[in-house]
């Protein structure tokens, strides 16, 4: 058609192989942009470090980040969640933690992303005491949970059998006008379920509105 690719259509590109899982696709088109003169900017890469973190190649997201700086590239807080994730998928909640911390110096602001990310390592790590001080911190840096961050600290109570403070978790959501789904009840049940607190899991089963039931039985999925 004799239209050269641009920076923009090259964006788009490995946006949509990083969507669709294909991280092999955008490490290829992000390799390739030089050799066409386009050199690759925060949304490149950001794109190409999400495709790692969805194709579970966690090291090749770190390697990506770190480049960044080599070819004085900024990365932004896609960038760093991204990795922080990708860290959380590899089960190296040292590493999330350590993206986290690094942020500021880089000049980076943290948000609910990025922090939900480092709880949901913390999680899958058992390391349900950090998962509570990260989301406690968000709270005092004034930085609004959502129902992700609530969910994996419920997760890393309810894998620790903290089953006081899965529902202490649970019942502060309203508070914050945050609406539990089927994942936070089921976690908080889980949780019960561990602490043989069996009279508590069927009083949240009891108290789970119709609208999440339903939906649980149209999709046929089970709690657990």
């Given at each position: 058609?004799?239209?050269?690719?641009?920076?923009?259509?090259?964006?788009?590109?490995?946006?949509?192989c990083?969507?669709?899982?294909?991280?092999?696709?955008?490490?290829?088109?992000?390799?390739?942009?030089?050799?066409?003169?386009?050199?690759?900017?925060?949304?490149?890469?950001?794109a190409?470090?999400?495709?790692?973190?969805r194709?579970?190649?966690?090291?090749?997201?770190?390697?990506?980040?770190?480049?960044?700086?080599?070819?004085?590239?900024?990365p932004?807080?896609?960038?760093?969640?991204a990795?922080?994730?990708?860290?959380?998928?590899?089960?190296?909640?040292?590493?999330?933690?350590?993206?986290?911390?690094?942020?500021?110096?880089?000049?980076?602001?943290?948000?609910?992303?990025?922090?939900?990310?480092?709880?949901?390592?913390?999680?899958?790590?058992?390391?349900?005491?950090?998962?509570?001080?990260?989301?406690?911190?968000?709270?005092?840096?004034?930085i609004?949970?959502?129902?992700?961050?609530?969910?994996?600290?419920?997760?890393?109570?309810?894998?620790?059998?903290?089953?006081?403070?899965?529902?202490?978790?649970?019942?502060?959501?309203?508070?914050?006008?945050?609406?539990?789904?089927?994942?936070?009840?089921?976690?908080?049940?889980?949780?019960?379920?561990?602490?043989?607190?069996?009279?508590?899991?069927?009083?949240?089963?009891?108290?789970?509105?119709?609208?999440?039931?339903?939906?649980?039985?149209?999709?046929?999925?089970?709690?657990?």
């Open positions: 058609m004799r239209i050269a690719p641009s920076k923009v259509s090259y964006n788009a590109a490995i946006s949509a990083s969507k669709g899982g294909q991280w092999q696709l955008a490490l290829s088109l992000l390799s390739s942009m030089p050799d066409m003169k386009i050199f690759p900017d925060e949304i490149s890469d950001s190409a470090i999400g495709a790692c973190e194709g579970g190649q966690w090291q090749l997201a770190l390697s990506l980040l770190r480049s960044m700086s080599v070819m004085r590239v900024i932004n807080q896609i960038s760093y969640s990795a922080i994730s990708a860290s959380e998928k590899g089960g190296h909640w040292q590493l999330a933690l350590s993206l986290l911390s690094s942020m500021p110096g880089m000049r980076i602001a943290r948000d609910t992303i990025s922090y939900s990310a480092a709880i949901s390592a913390c999680e899958k790590g058992g390391q349900w005491q950090l998962a509570l001080s990260i989301l406690s911190s968000m709270i005092g840096m004034k609004v949970p959502d129902e992700i961050s609530f969910n994996a600290a419920i997760r890393a109570c309810e894998k620790a059998g903290q089953w006081q403070l899965a529902l202490s978790l649970l019942s502060s959501m309203p508070g914050m006008r945050l609406t539990p789904d089927v994942l936070t009840y089921s976690s908080a049940m889980g949780a019960c379920e561990k602490g043989g607190q069996w009279q508590l899991a069927v009083s949240l089963l009891s108290g789970i509105p119709d609208p999440l039931l339903a939906a649980r039985k149209e999709s046929n999925g089970s709690w657990r």
